[in-house]
């Protein structure tokens, strides 16, 4: 019989309630791996570094090459990440006592108003041997160094993980003198885990409120992180469900005179990531970021640092497997790839290790450096069926979904008249990972944000060739029937759509713009 993995909630209420065993046994695990000499292969230094940093290969010195494994933007995301978890959770097992732990996920959509659990916001758990908290943080064994993007990912030896609002930018002179600075203004612990705690959960809301003019007119929620849960359940095929750009290319080949939508899993993925990294969205419009706010989680490279990583990734494969079951898709060979899609074609400038440019993505692809016993690798096959596996879901907040299937999906597209899209956005004009924000208006006095896409980027990406055909973005925002005379009554014909691109440094647009390869534009579909 299949093991079960929780809800980290639900060992944090035994634990609360007395039933202490569970969470203590989780905890001992983690300090044990976080404690074993960083080229243990089981020990969280070598594990956290299969994600992004510390590179490999051509990737530690050639900016052409990504030095990391991950795999984003493409069909092999859920599963690699899948094999991932996997790897942490059979380290975990090994500590001596340890045996029978299981990774919890961290259930997102449970409760919005207190989303992250006192678990992952206390400095210290008492705990035989001491009581610093592994969940908490992580102070890096061994140094990362990032030779092949000037250096500012480069964090030192002893450097300790943070999530919003501090900045944990250290790799240059100017940046340690920013991040002090800015990390003096927020050195009160508790008020930050409130400021967390807010900020996630105006990501998982969303923050558009619609005003009653009294037709019954509203417009569905189609960007709060927890609508993109729910509608990623939604996606008609594993293609589309899997990654970003198929999703994008499956609303464009189903447009215009269509109104079909569909949302993918890495959507609301990118965003709790960004949520917990690093950007601020206050539940009103036109919210000031906490500039200079830069975590962990932000960023590609030391995501994975941050223990947090991987109970968030942990719901992300509870909510692959929900998919899975909403389709009757958990048996191995039940996962297709649509042949030549985006998203299923490795770049032809740089690439992943072990992944030469042009390879077709499959289910039979390696998911490289993750093995099976025999020492072969897994492929998406091998991990398609998580009971093959050795493990379960414990039910969380999707199951109703899933149970009882939503028309959500359906009745949204009846609304759809259209799509606006936000294009010539060039990765490389920007610092690190962002978010395309797009507003509609008839005066400044009365502008509303209709749509956000996170995008989760690079600090330095311009000279990545791995990076360069995946530099266009863009966003997808459906326009709803009723939509405009619910804002604007009757000065629809006066609407103008604008776009703001809100970074790490600045809420307003990036660089100069004199250096940039041109404005945000909005058209239709």
Not at 136 to 155: F, G, I, M, P
């Amino acid at each position: 019989m299949a093991a079960v993995r929780r809800s980290i909630q639900s060992l944090q209420k035994d634990y609360d309630d007395g039933n202490r065993a569970p969470l203590e046994s989780l905890v001992k695990a983690w300090r044990g791996i976080m404690a074993l000499p960083p080229y243990h292969p089981n020990s969280f230094f070598c594990i956290g570094g299969f994600h992004g940093e510390p590179f490999r290969g051509p990737g530690v010195t050639n900016p052409d090459w990504w030095g990391g494994y991950c795999n984003h933007a493409n069909v092999l995301f859920p599963t690699w990440h899948r094999a991932y978890l996997l790897r942490l959770e059979n380290a975990l097992r090994s500590i001596d006592g340890c045996e029978d732990v299981r990774l919890p996920y961290w259930d997102e959509t449970l409760d919005t108003e207190n989303p992250i659990p006192a678990i992952f916001t206390s400095p210290t758990f008492p705990l035989v041997g001491g009581d610093p908290n592994p969940l908490y943080s992580y102070a890096l064994q061994e140094a990362l160094v990032n030779h092949a993007n000037d250096n500012r990912y480069t964090k030192h030896r002893g450097y300790q993980t943070v999530r919003y609002p501090l900045s944990g930018l250290v790799g240059t002179e100017a940046d340690r003198a920013n991040t002090a600075n800015h990390n003096e203004i927020y050195a009160d612990a508790d008020q930050n885990v409130t400021i967390l705690r807010k900020n996630v959960t105006a990501w998982l809301t969303g923050t558009v409120e619609i005003p009653d003019d009294g037709s019954g007119a509203r417009i569905p929620d189609t960007y709060s992180v927890l609508s993109r849960y729910k509608l990623c359940l939604e996606a008609p095929n594993y293609t589309v469900f899997s990654n970003t750009r198929s999703q994008n290319q499956w609303i464009e080949d189903n447009n215009p005179g269509g109104r079909h939508y569909v949302v993918s899993l890495e959507s609301p993925h990118n965003a709790i990531h960004l949520a917990v990294g690093g950007f601020y969205q206050r539940g009103k419009y036109n919210a000031s970021p906490i500039i200079g706010a830069n975590g962990d989680m932000g960023a590609n490279e030391t995501a994975s640092f941050d223990p947090i990583f991987f109970f968030h990734h942990c719901f992300i494969d509870y909510a692959f497997w929900k998919w899975q079951e909403l389709n009757d898709s958990t048996a191995r060979g039940s996962l297709n790839v649509i042949r030549g899609y985006a998203g299923t074609v490795v770049p032809e400038r740089g690439g992943v290790p072990f992944l030469p440019p042009g390879t077709e993505l499959n289910m039979d692809t390696s998911l490289y450096p993750f093995r099976k016993p025999d020492q072969k690798y897994y492929s998406s096959q091998d991990v398609t069926d998580i009971r093959e596996l050795g493990y379960d879901y414990e039910p969380g907040s999707l199951d109703p979904l899933v149970w009882s299937p939503s028309i959500r999906l359906p009745e949204i597209e009846k609304e759809i008249v259209g799509f606006k899209r936000v294009h010539n956005i060039n990765r490389a004009d920007y610092s690190g990972s962002f978010v395309i924000r797009t507003f509609v208006q008839t005066n400044p006095s009365n502008k509303t944000e209709i749509g956000h896409e996170a995008v989760l980027s690079r600090r330095n990406i311009a000279d990545c060739a791995n990076c360069q055909d995946k530099l266009d973005v863009q966003s997808l925002v459906p326009i709803y029937k009723g939509m405009l005379g619910a804002l604007f009554r009757d000065a629809q014909d006066q609407v103008e759509y604008s776009v703001e691109i809100h970074t790490h440094d600045s809420f307003d647009t990036s660089i100069d713009p004199a250096l940039k390869r041109g404005r945000p534009v909005v058209d239709d579909l």
